[in-house]
């Protein structure tokens, strides 16, 4: 359970639905909801993809580690969308291990995730073979969610609401 003063942070691969659950969870809670991307987006003037494009992914994940910092050092309790790939950094990993913050991993498998993510402007990533890349992605990503992970919420046959009432238990 999520204390009073504790952020909450859901991570997981593209697609899971973390968006759309810390919405929700928003409503629910009363809490400010802070999606990484988005910051970035709205901070830099440029989409995610232009980012990726102009300035290449490592620019980008340096963004990715500065709005993770600021959002985990903000005294109001949040909900935090962390993009699918924040786990990658051992800076990111120790900042959400030391932050105190409650992180919750919305976790599916591959196969699901590429009917989510047809649509998906913001993941130039997935350009090229997504199934495959999803999958690689997950190879390489599954062990780091769950070191940073408090609870584990599998949402390949939740619905939305189902994901949001598992992740307040
Ligand atoms: C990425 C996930 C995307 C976005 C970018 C890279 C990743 O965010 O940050 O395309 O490496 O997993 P979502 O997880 O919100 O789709």
């Known amino acids: 359970m999520v204390t009073s003063s504790q952020h909450l942070v859901l991570v997981g691969m593209m697609g899971t639905g973390k968006t759309t659950v810390a919405r929700v969870l928003g409503d629910r809670l009363g809490r400010p909801v802070l999606d990484s991307d988005a910051v970035i987006e709205a901070r830099t003037g440029r989409t995610v993809r232009e980012i990726f494009a102009t300035d290449g992914e490592p620019a980008f994940r340096a963004l990715e580690t500065d709005v993770l910092r600021e959002a985990l050092a903000s005294d109001t309790p949040s909900i935090i969308a ?54 690689r992605m997950f190879e390489e990503r599954e062990a780091l969610y769950r070191e940073v992970a408090d609870a584990i919420v599998l949402v390949d046959t939740r619905t939305v609401g189902e994901v949001v009432e598992a992740v307040l238990r």
């Open 82 to 135: 962390a993009a699918g790939g924040v786990v990658l950094s051992p800076t990111n990993r120790a900042l959400l291990k030391e932050s105190g913050a409650r992180v919750v991993w919305l976790c599916a498998d591959p196969s699901t995730l590429v009917e989510r993510v047809k649509s998906g402007g913001h993941r130039p990533l997935l350009d090229a073979d997504p199934a495959g890349t999803l999958q």
